[in-house]
C-alpha cells in the first residue's frame, strides 16, 4: 500500500471513532500497510490534531463509565490499547465518589431479594470482574443489602 492509500484508510476509521496512536497503527499494519508507512500516517495525523491519545482516554472512560464499568479495567483496557499511563491518569476522574455511586448502580440492578452468602459472593465476584476494587464491591454490596 502506498502512503496515501494508508492515509486514506486511516481517515475511513478516525471518521467513524476516535482512535489511539498505538491503536490505529496496529490497524492500519493488520489492513496491509507497511509499519514504518503506517507509523508516519499516524505521526502526521497526530500532527494535524486527528489522533489523540488524550482525546482517546476521555471518550472511552466515559464510554466505559456509562456501561457501568470500574476504574481498574477501564485502566487495563486503556494500556491494553496503547494509551500512553499520562493519558490514562488526566482521562479518570479524580473524584473517588464516582466509582462507589457506579459499583452501587450495578449491583442494585443486580440485586433482587435478600442476599445469602452465595448470593453476595456471586455479586462481588462480578462487581470485581467489571474492574472494581475490593472497597468499592464492598460498600457497593453493603448499599444493595440496605436497600
Sequence with gaps: MT???????????????EYGFE?????????GADSD????????????GLVSDERFAQMYVRT???RLFGPLKIRAE???RGVTESAVAAAMPDDESQWFELAAQWAQ???RGPL?????????RSLVNRGFSHEQANVA????VAD
Design 64 to 66: 466505559r463509565m456509562r
Design 141 to 144: 454490596l453493603d448499599r444493595c
Design 109 to 111: 440492578k443486580r440485586c
Design 78 to 80: 486503556l494500556r491494553q
Design 37 to 48: 508507512i503506517a507509523q508516519t500516517v499516524v505521526e502526521r495525523c497526530a500532527e494535524e
Design 23 to 31: 491503536e490505529l497503527r496496529r490497524k492500519l499494519t493488520q489492513r
Design 3 to 17: 502512503e496515501a492509500e494508508v492515509r486514506d484508510l486511516a481517515l475511513r476509521y478516525l471518521t467513524r471513532r
Design 116 to 124: 445469602d452468602y452465595t448470593g453476595r459472593a456471586r455479586l462481588y
